[in-house]
């Protein structure tokens, strides 16, 4: 089973800073299933990313993601105020899906 | 627009059965791989189960297998989860979400908690 591990567990910042999250997986996996979602407090999550760079439905293009093999980034170009939330990454493989821990983006 | 709407949760003692359903809307249902995923107060996301728009293929993590069972009925749009056995460590939100393009799950409903306790 893949592991995913996020850095940092939190990262403090302020509006208009770069963001930048890691997900590392245990193995290497097919970048076609790595994806990001955003939780902020008492709300479902919100799909960002899939395919490890596509940005889903009406996400906005300060959101990007990069990366192959067994580390992925989600970066946040500009942060606005309403990008603090925690970020999950996800994966698919094997019909098992999996999730990082998160990494909180505070102020 | 897509829309997921859970409900069926609620406070239940140790060792008690639920049923959680989720209303789909707005997309073509059955065509759809769909996912059960649960969040434990304070804690992060788990993945639950997942059953395949034909109804019939599906599976589990390990830490519900054999105590939960998903389906599905794609005429009436709606999703369920059976849930037994239940133990403390059940208690959380548990959220559906639809499966999309690379099997991501790209909607959420607003999810639905259970609490188990005694």
């Known amino acids: 089973e893949i592991v995913l591990t996020q850095s940092p567990g939190t990262l403090s910042l302020s509006p208009g800073e770069r963001a930048t999250l890691s997900c590392r997986a245990s193995?290497?996996?097919?970048?076609?299933?790595l994806a990001w979602h955003q939780q902020k407090p008492g709300q479902a999550p919100r799909l960002l990313i899939y395919?490890?760079?596509s940005r889903a439905t009406g996400i906005p293009d300060r959101f990007s993601g990069s990366g192959s093999g067994t580390d992925f980034t989600l970066t946040i170009s500009r942060l606005e105020p309403e990008d603090f939330a925690v970020y999950y990454c996800q994966h698919y493989g094997g019909s098992l899906w999996t999730f990082g821990q998160g990494t909180k983006v505070e102020i | 627009e897509v829309q997921l709407v859970e409900s069926g949760g609620g406070f239940v003692h140790p060792g008690g059965s639920l049923t959680l359903s989720c209303a789909a809307s707005g997309f073509n249902f059955g065509i759809y791989w769909m996912q059960w995923v649960r969040q434990r107060p304070g804690k992060g996301l788990e993945w639950v189960s997942h059953?395949?728009?034909?109804?019939?293929?599906?599976s589990y993590a390990d830490s519900v297998k054999g105590r939960f069972t998903i389906s599905r009925d794609n005429a009436k749009n709606t999703l369920f989860l059976q849930i037994s056995s239940l133990r403390a460590e059940d208690t959380a939100v548990y959220y559906c979400?639809?499966?999309?393009?690379?099997?991501?799950?790209?909607?959420w409903g607003q999810g639905t908690l259970v609490t188990v306790s005694s």
């Open positions: 193995q290497s996996v097919s970048s076609n299933y």
């Open positions: 395919g490890a760079s």
């Open positions: 059953i395949k728009g034909d109804a019939i293929s599906t």
């Open positions: 979400a639809r499966g999309g393009t690379w099997a991501t799950l790209d909607y």
